[in-house]
């Protein structure tokens, strides 16, 4: 039986990590892996897409845990103008005021239409006690699954949970992982049910899309897989290019680029990652 302290030397797998494998391994090895030889710390490229996403996530963080009667009292816009200078300038990678200016108005006009359109934001929600759920997902191969779902609905008439997820920017593929992943740590993590999940597209739409529940067994299998992948790279420390590209793929070359020393330091970040940010031209390699 694995204890708290086995944590610490096991491979954490999250939808994060598992979509940057399967793009490119060395994308992972990057982004996941690799330290600053200098700090020891782990480095993360900012963007203006991330900024975006990060903004408006840490806007649902902050009254996820509040009264249902108490979300909506302070303006979702306001909440976001008072996050917003954490990403401003250099720190959420934006090369001009313009292009700043662009994308945060593209985020107020998200909550303005979820204020409009509040749906399950004025519903019962759950919150979870970890900061960032976790279980054992393989003890055997020492593998933690880990993620972090944007909205939990308590649906009291089934006792069940409906795990709603925020997009705020393209439509999600078919193929992701995303919702089999938080449909294994929403089952592994609470007690209740899942009866439902569904995307809401904050960029277009002024409700829920929803999607078939993935099945349990099969999310198992897919997730499993990609985990032994990823362990068996680890182990070999084999983290090959995907298109094995000289300086890198679309994927993986602005990491090379930030290890290479092209990359602006603007910051530490969540879980004490460097923040590097990348000229326009690094960014479209």
Not at 83 to 107: A, L
Request: hydrophobic share 35%; aromatic share 12%.
């Amino acid at each position: 039986m694995k204890t708290d302290e086995d944590k610490f030397s096991a491979i954490w797998l999250s939808h994060s990590s598992i979509s940057d494998f399967l793009t490119c391994p060395q994308l992972y090895y990057y982004s996941h892996v690799y330290k600053n030889p200098r700090s020891g710390r782990k480095i993360t490229l900012m963007n203006p897409y991330l900024a975006l996403g990060q903004s408006i996530h840490t806007v649902f963080d902050e009254i996820a845990g509040l009264p249902v009667e108490e979300r909506l009292k302070q303006s979702l816009v306001d909440r976001f103008e008072h996050i917003w200078p954490s990403v401003s300038g250099k720190k959420g990678g934006f090369s001009t005021d313009k292009q700043e200016q662009e994308y945060k108005e593209r985020g107020r006009s998200m909550l303005q239409r979820i204020t409009h359109n509040p749906g399950p934001i004025i519903r019962k929600a759950l919150k979870s006690k970890q900061d960032i759920p976790w279980f054992w997902f393989s003890e055997k191969d020492n593998l933690i699954l880990s993620g972090k779902i944007d909205w939990t609905e308590y649906i009291e008439e089934t006792n069940s949970i409906h795990i709603i997820d925020f997009k705020t920017g393209r439509k999600q593929d078919s193929n992701s992982l995303q919702l089999p992943i938080y449909l294994l740590l929403a089952t592994k993590t609470q007690t209740r049910p899942v009866s439902k999940m569904s995307y809401w597209y904050l960029d277009r739409d002024d409700g829920l899309e929803e999607v078939p529940i993935p099945d349990f067994d099969d999310s198992f299998e897919k997730v499993m897989k990609v985990g032994q992948r990823v362990k068996l790279a680890r182990q070999l420390h084999h983290y090959k290019c995907s298109t094995d590209e000289k300086n890198g793929c679309r994927a993986c070359a602005p990491y090379f680029a930030i290890v290479q020393g092209k990359g602006e330091f603007v910051g530490i970040g969540e879980f004490n990652k460097e923040i590097y940010i990348l000229p326009d031209e690094e960014v479209a390699l």
